[in-house]
């Protein structure tokens, strides 16, 4: 897998345990990292040489995983100032764009890092971990120690903040997300419900910042108003999902369970769950309150308008965009481009302008080779270093594995209950006539 982040002042592309970083003013300036296992010297190891550098080694909490210095979070600050990696050696790093990128800080977290956001006021980034906590750490005094602010007692998958930095909102794979006021974090101010499978994704729409929007393994996409917890508006992902798979697999009847087998029929629900369309990446248009969805395993990317009055939300669909394949990472740029990034060879990243005509948005493919503007140069620079993905091909997603399988064993109980009785009868029957063999032998 690999992600793609976009901000006023650059675009990164990430490959597993290294990263690409190209200004948007000066395409000819690029900044290249790759994570290096840390010294035992402290914190700055990360940047440092070591004897045993690129060797896998066996993380001190997870014994089976071995770390590469993959990345597992990244992020821009909301003005693009900073911008933050989290890798499996668990090593945050902090970069700065008035520093010409150049590392302002690298410190330790106690846990491999899910997620990553930074307040809109720039001095504080939150990590979330694969425990289920979220820590605090200060981007003004480095040296100080992260402070915890979250606690979930499942795996954190997604945290934002509030753009008045007053909230913070994590979700996890118990289908719960979590409204926590800041600072004082300790102080839940509600809980969105609704989902029935892990929350995988969350963003607020920069137009309307009351309005959380977060996506999930259970084939929906949900709209909230995060402070009051209410659901505003949720939309259905499984024809889209359907339509692509039709034929894959056994229709189940969503109700019962059934489709002609009794014996096979929790096993049909337990797979109708997984199949069920998951969102990988929200994209949340900047300046048009437009969202951009990708799905795990589907090539479509699906576009929503979204208008909120007085009688409430909605969600109209623009438009559905085939990327052939189903896409790593997408995202919007300042300019209202979508950018999507897939795993093809040849030309592994696209981007579409968005126009409005006759109050209708339309979207173009933009073509590199017929602009020399900064993006078409940007897009040219990224596709021609198609060597930079080649570690990310073949790396299976995430949130794969993430599906809670629930097995209702009740049919195989009762199929067992069926197979008994009726050897316990034929048992029986067998019993009585070789007892009325031996008394007709007795009497003759």
Known sequence: MATLLCSKQAVVCISRNKFTLISTSNVDKIFEHSRKKPTSSGSDGAEGQSSEQGQPTANEGDPQHLSNGQILASNFSPSGRYFAV?????????WEAKTEWESSSTRTVSRRCIALAFNHKEDTIYVGDKSGDV??????????????????????????????????????????IRVSCLPNSYHIQTFCLGHTQFVSRLAVLPNLPNVLVSGSGDGTVRFWNYIEGHQLHCISL????????????AVVDSETGENGDSASSSVAKVEEQVDRPTVTCIACCRTQNIVAISLLNNPSVLLYQVTQSNSGLECVQLCTLDSEVSPWSLCFDDSDQLWILRPVETQPLVVYSLSEESGNIKLTKLDPTTSTSNTSKL?????????FFKDAYNQESFYSTLHKRQIDNMGHYLERKHQREEFQKQKKEAGQVKGQGSKKQKTN
Not at 86 to 94: A, E, H, I, N, P
Not at 379 to 387: E, M, P
């Open 135 to 176: 820590y605090s750490y200060s981007l003004n005094n480095p040296t100080e120690d992260g402070v915890l602010l979250v606690g979930h007692i499942s795996m954190l998958l997604d945290v934002v903040v509030s753009q008045d930095d007053k909230f913070i909102m994590t979700a996890d794979r118990d289908e719960k």
């Open 379 to 387: 897009i040219t620079k990224i596709n021609d270093n198609t060597q």
């Open 86 to 94: 989290c890798d499996d050696y668990k090593q945050l790093t902090v």
């Open 238 to 249: 499984d024809s889209t999902h359907q339509e692509r798979s039709k034929g894959d697999s």
